[in-house]
């Protein structure tokens, strides 16, 4: 069974940084590509960032390119989202998700697996 764990969320001022880290297990992490959605109150979950099963391909949403990174660790299952210069817009609730297939996708029937997601809450 798959199991995804979201962890690294929090309230932090605009302008202000987070580190977001998903665990994974259950089945061979670098198999698969990995993404970060995200979902704000009353809103769709929205794409944000995803990587290619070996790290070297990352996609971002335009509206974080340049202020986010997307990065993984296959010795350690993990799936990280660096957060930089935050605004009260990206405040929501981040979820990690696990690819169908090895390349990175920016649309949820692309995912197979869902974290329970963790609240990133920015102040102005």
């Known amino acids: 069974q798959v199991q995804l764990v979201e962890s690294g969320g929090g309230l932090v001022q605009a302008g202000g940084s987070l580190r977001l880290s998903c665990a994974a297990s259950g089945r061979t992490f670098s198999s698969y590509a990995m993404g970060w959605f995200r979902q704000a109150p009353g809103m769709e979950r929205e794409f944000v960032a995803a990587?290619?099963?070996?790290?070297?391909?990352?996609d971002y949403a335009d509206s974080v390119k340049g202020r986010f990174t997307i990065s993984r660790d296959n010795a350690k299952n993990t799936v990280y989202l660096q957060m930089n210069s935050l605004k009260p817009e990206d405040t929501a609730v981040y979820y990690c998700?696990?690819?169908?297939?090895?390349?990175?996708?920016?649309?949820?029937?692309?995912?197979?697996?869902w974290g329970q997601g963790t609240q990133v809450t920015v102040s102005s």
């Open positions: 990587i290619n099963w070996s790290g070297g391909i990352a």
């Open positions: 998700a696990q690819a169908r297939r090895l390349v990175p996708g920016a649309t949820r029937d692309e995912y197979a697996y």
